[in-house]
């Protein structure tokens, strides 16, 4: 299955968009950090602390502790793999209501708040319940850099 993910907005504190299931139009809203450039010049942005670039990822079933079945976004041409070694690894889709609770993650919401997602919880039950937890999704990230 294939999600599409448009960001419209960073104000440089987060970045918003809508996130959107084609199979079955499934929708929820999603923040992430801003967009802050590598200065080495690495495509993925700076680890940790920003958003990944526009592209298609791969989704790649993870499964820690912290952040039980969620996904694993992979583009290694862009810098970002699961586990590394790359510039960008472990940037899941996990629950999250603020842009500072994310290391470079994507965090789906049912409603968008002023900078912050709410019910990030529900929406990533209703994701789970739309999206089969196997290998095999793409995400398709578009928009605001």
Same mark, same amino acid.
């Given at each position: 299955?294939?999600?599409?993910?448009?960001?419209?907005?960073?104000?440089?504190?987060?970045?918003?968009? !809508?996130?959107?299931?084609?199979?079955?139009?499934?929708?929820?809203? !999603?923040?992430?950090?801003?967009?802050?450039?590598?200065?080495?010049?690495?495509?993925?942005?700076?680890?940790?602390?920003?958003? +990944?670039?526009?592209? !298609?990822?791969?989704?790649?079933? =993870?499964?820690?502790?912290? =952040?039980?079945?969620?996904?694993?976004?992979?583009?290694?041409?862009?810098? *970002?793999? =699961?586990?590394?070694?790359?510039? #960008?690894?472990? +940037?899941?889709?996990?629950?999250?209501?603020?842009?500072?609770?994310?290391?470079?993650?994507?965090?789906?919401?049912?409603?968008?708040? *002023?900078?912050? *997602?709410?019910?990030?919880?529900?929406?990533? *039950?209703?994701?789970?319940?739309?999206?089969?937890?196997?290998?095999? =999704? !793409?995400?398709?990230? #578009?928009?605001?850099?």
């Amino acid at each position: 299955m294939n999600l599409l993910l448009i960001r419209d907005s960073d104000d440089g504190v987060c970045t918003l968009g !809508t996130m959107t299931l084609s199979e079955n139009g499934g929708s929820w809203q !999603t923040i992430e950090r801003p967009w802050i450039m590598d200065l080495s010049g690495k495509p993925g942005g700076l680890a940790g602390r920003s958003c +990944v670039p526009p592209g !298609t990822y791969d989704l790649m079933i =993870h499964d820690s502790e912290a =952040h039980p079945e969620t996904w694993a976004l992979v583009n290694s041409s862009l810098g *970002v793999t =699961h586990w590394g070694p790359s510039q #960008r690894s472990v +940037v899941l889709i996990h629950p999250a209501n603020v842009a500072a609770e994310l290391r470079g993650c994507i965090a789906p919401g049912l409603i968008r708040g *002023v900078r912050s *997602v709410l019910r990030s919880r529900d929406a990533m *039950v209703q994701l789970k319940a739309a999206l089969p937890w196997v290998n095999g =999704h !793409t995400l398709e990230i #578009r928009g605001a850099r």
